[in-house]
């Protein structure tokens, strides 16, 4: 769990400066600088269920077949924390951005997060 996490989240919860749709994530995208092409790399996002409520993760679908998304917990209880697991693989030199779309049973509303960087 990154350092100010749980800091974060109380603030989120106190604020409410974003549409709840149950997840908080210690992100929404990663950076992930210059890589090798044809070379696999793997990041993590954080999450933890914000709702009074359990909630089930539906669905995490990426955009394309270079990028498998794994999750830790499908179901949360409140306060529960699960991992999303990105394993990249870069096919092409240049610039990228890949991105992963999670639904849950607590809103419509889809969380996107976004993994850019170079393949070189």
Known sequence: IP??????????LSERKYPDNGLFLDRLTLD?????????????????NTKEAAIHIDRVLTDCDCT???CSK????????????????AEDTGRFE???????????????LCITGTAK
């Open 32 to 48: 992930m600088g210059d890589i090798e092409v044809g070379s696999k790399q793997t990041v993590t996002f954080t999450a933890i």
């Open 68 to 70: 498998e998304a794994i």
């Open 98 to 112: 890949k991105f992963l779309f999670i639904s849950t049973t607590a809103s419509e509303q889809e969380t996107v």
């Open 74 to 89: 499908y179901d949360l209880n409140p306060g529960e924390k699960c991992v999303f697991t990105a394993v990249f693989t």
């Open 3 to 12: 350092d100010g996490f749980e800091m974060e989240v109380g603030q989120f």
